[in-house]
């Protein structure tokens, strides 16, 4: 294995690698392309690198332009996983044939998605990839919301939120269900390593991925994206949103090794209202109406409970 | 390095055999499968060469046949040789990802073992499955015993893997009819084999980490239409002569001859079937035996369904007055697909024939010798009356009352 790279402040960091050019066409204030240089300059590695159909994918190689200067592909919504599966396993083929060009050197695979990529169309085949233990990372842009295709609720959404297809209105407070919790559906696979992580929490997230990049098997990175569209923030607050998704544990930032060891990796000093985040957004702005605390006083209860579970679990260490 | 198999010279072998010795032989670098009846045995002898050391490629057991073929794209976009197997319902979840496979340019290799498409289920054999990915611009070959499903796959890889080609194709067999009925295969050494298609070389390949790519990209209205229309140029105008070539060679090296368009007894015909699979050589063993009585017959049978072989055919249909399309296909709602593919020819051909179309066969129910004597005496009483004496379809074989379309 190659050494990891090091890393002295963030200036540093951000402008260490340029495989992620600012050439593209994400919105403006879009957290993917901070999670994505984040991931991609942590390592000096050389990547092979996939995209589930979603923002990331339409928004980065619109031909004749491409915003990847690592090999990348895109097949389609659902199997950006299985494609970079696909290429590992061309890759063992050829090194044990002694056909691969640069021999010496050795590629990490990762593959980008969505929620929507991830939690819904996309999960057998992550599934399948993780059962089958491929070395690659899977790397989730959380943005909890079908962004690419203009709002639509994912089985991402937090309860609460007013998406296109399951709008707030007159007798409605917008999505039912509570967001999936793939970190644990993950974690239940018997991945080597699982984290969740943050834009904001860059070096939290650099060690992560480091971690992630050094270990043999199926890595899978839940990244918190949030969407100034869809989350309706100004474009300039995409980190000090980031900064009230953890600094209210809406978003705990912990990691779960071999499936079983959890570790929370960032703890507040100061934990701010669940309320708080939720009042900086526009998705959730018709929950501060009188006839829908009970959807805030459930937030704040879920987000208490959470926490919770997983403190006893980092203590109980199995 | 893998080790080499001694082979007979004629060995006893099934569809599925041949196919699986045939991805043996060309030393396959990645199989990503999933299985299905009837092509199941296809990537089983694949595992088995594998565990036996006849093979060190890399065998991805996948959730899915839509992730076969996604692991097979991936794969053989990072640069290497790549096949997969599957029939029917597997198909269909594949179809999504044919059109990707072929949009990018990914010389994949899938042998298809035909089979019917449900409901109601059913594990036999009919080309209805195959139509579904006839416009996802792969090549499509097809082989009507197993001695066929063995050599076309090394004619497939050759063409396929061309630079100039860089299309993926597939290769057709009739379930069980031809996957599961052994019959002697003619066999080349593994060398000999080997060399026909030669070392994989890879063209903008993902593992070239010196040389990044992109894969897969957008485009919206402003180039969609040139990279479709590069595709379809390059099938329509570049992939006949590279097969036409590459028949020349593989007989020159086996002394066996395929040809786009298998013409049998249509020279001097006044009557023919055109049709594919195993029904083309029981209309071979028909056409001898109206001929012994004096009856003018021939058969048409199709080797390269895609690209449309339109030319050749209307060359072989020169002169021919009455024409029956044998569609082994649900027809659901049209006529049967092959019909509809000729009727494109004929209507060009320049000369006024008469094309009725047979439905056969579906869910594997057998074509039998009495089938092809009726259909026979019909287009010749259409060739004789310049016009259909009959309806313009008929569904062959259907217990209860007779169906037909006028």
């Known amino acids: 294995m190659s050494e990891m790279k090091k890393i002295k402040n963030l200036k540093e960091f951000s402008t260490s690698a340029d495989r992620f050019e600012g050439a593209n066409l994400l919105c403006p204030g879009c957290a993917h392309s901070i999670i994505v240089r984040e991931v991609l300059n942590a390592t000096n590695d050389d990547l092979i690198l996939a995209a589930s159909t979603g923002c990331l994918e339409v928004c980065t190689a619109v031909y004749p332009y491409t915003s990847w200067d690592a090999s990348w592909i895109h097949i389609g919504f659902e199997n950006g996983s299985t494609a970079v599966a696909g290429a590992e396993a061309m890759y063992k083929a050829l090194k044990r044939k002694g056909r691969l060009k640069q021999p010496d050197r050795e590629p990490k695979f990762v593959a980008f998605g969505g929620d929507g990529a991830s939690y819904d169309i996309g999960f057998q085949w992550i599934s399948g990839c993780f059962e089958r233990g491929h070395n690659m990372m899977y790397v989730v842009l959380d943005n909890e919301v079908y962004a690419n295709t203009g709002g639509q609720r994912s089985s991402s959404t937090p309860i609460g939120a007013s998406t296109t297809t399951a709008p707030a209105g007159r007798v409605s407070y917008g999505e039912k269900m509570h967001k999936k919790n793939m970190m644990q559906i993950m974690a239940a696979h018997g991945s080597p390593y699982v984290a969740q992580v943050a834009p904001n929490k860059w070096k939290d997230m650099v060690k992560k991925i480091q971690t992630g990049f050094a270990t043999e098997g199926p890595v899978f990175i839940n990244a918190m994206s949030a969407c100034t569209t869809e989350w309706k923030f100004l474009p300039e607050d995409t980190i000090a949103i980031s900064d009230l998704a953890t600094d209210s544990l809406v978003f705990p930032l912990y990691e779960i090794i071999d499936g079983t060891k959890l570790n929370i990796t960032y703890r507040p000093k100061n934990v701010i209202p669940v309320k708080d985040y939720l009042g900086a957004q526009g998705r959730f702005k018709h929950l501060f109406k009188p006839e829908n605390k009970h959807v805030l006083d459930e937030w704040q209860a879920r987000v208490d409970r959470d926490w919770e579970y997983l403190q006893r679990r980092e203590e109980a260490s199995v | ?406």
């Open chain 2, 1 to 406: 390095m893998a080790d080499k198999m001694e082979l007979r010279d004629v060995e006893v072998w099934d569809g599925n055999m041949a196919a699986s010795q045939a991805l043996r032989q060309v030393q396959i670098d990645v199989v990503a499968a999933y299985p299905i009846t009837p092509s199941t045995p296809i990537v089983e002898n694949y595992g088995n060469y594998l565990a036996n050391g006849y093979i060190d490629g890399e065998f991805v057991m996948v959730e899915s046949e839509h992730a076969a073929m996604s692991g097979c794209i991936g794969a053989a976009a990072a640069g290497g040789r790549v096949a997969t197997a599957t029939s029917s319902q597997g198909f269909a979840l594949m179809v999504e990802t044919l059109y990707q496979a072929s949009g990018m340019r990914l010389p994949i290799i899938l042998n298809v073992v035909n089979r019917a498409l449900a409901a109601p289920l059913n594990v036999n054999g009919d080309h209805s499955d195959m139509y579904l990915g006839r416009d996802s611009g792969w090549i499509q070959f097809d082989a009507y015993n197993p001695q066929h499903a063995y050599d076309l796959n090394f004619i497939a890889f050759r063409v396929a893997e061309d630079h100039e080609i860089r299309l993926p194709a597939m290769v057709h067999q009739d379930g069980f009819l031809t996957s599961h009925t052994a019959q002697g295969v003619k066999t080349m050494d593994d060398d000999t084999a080997y060399n026909f298609v030669g070392e994989f070389k890879p063209m903008n390949d993902m593992l070239d980490l010196d040389h990044p790519v992109t894969h897969g990209v957008q485009t919206e209205e402003d180039w969609h239409f040139e990279h479709k229309a590069r595709q379809h140029n390059d099938l329509m105008t570049k992939v006949f002569p590279k097969i036409e070539a590459a028949f020349d060679a593989f007989e020159k090296m086996t002394g066996r001859r395929y040809n786009i368009v298998e013409t049998y007894k249509t020279e001097d015909a006044d009557a023919v079937v055109v049709c594919m699979g195993t029904s083309v050589e029981t209309a071979y063993e028909v056409a001898d035996e109206l001929r012994a009585d004096g009856k003018k017959v021939g058969v048409i049978g199709i080797r390269v369904v895609r690209p449309w072989p339109h030319a050749q055919i209307a060359e072989a249909l020169k002169g021919i007055k009455a024409i029956g399309a044998l569609d082994r296909s649900s027809p659901n709602g049209t006529f049967g697909m092959l019909y509809n593919e000729l009727a494109g020819t004929v209507v060009n051909s320049g000369e006024v024939k008469v094309l009725t179309n047979y439905v056969y066969g579906l869910g594997g129910r057998d074509l039998t010798k009495v089938h092809l004597r009726e259909i026979y005496a019909e287009l010749l009483a259409n060739a004789e009356a310049g016009k259909p004496t009959t309806p313009l379809q008929q569904l062959i074989g259907v217990r209860g009352p007779k169906i037909s379309f006028h």
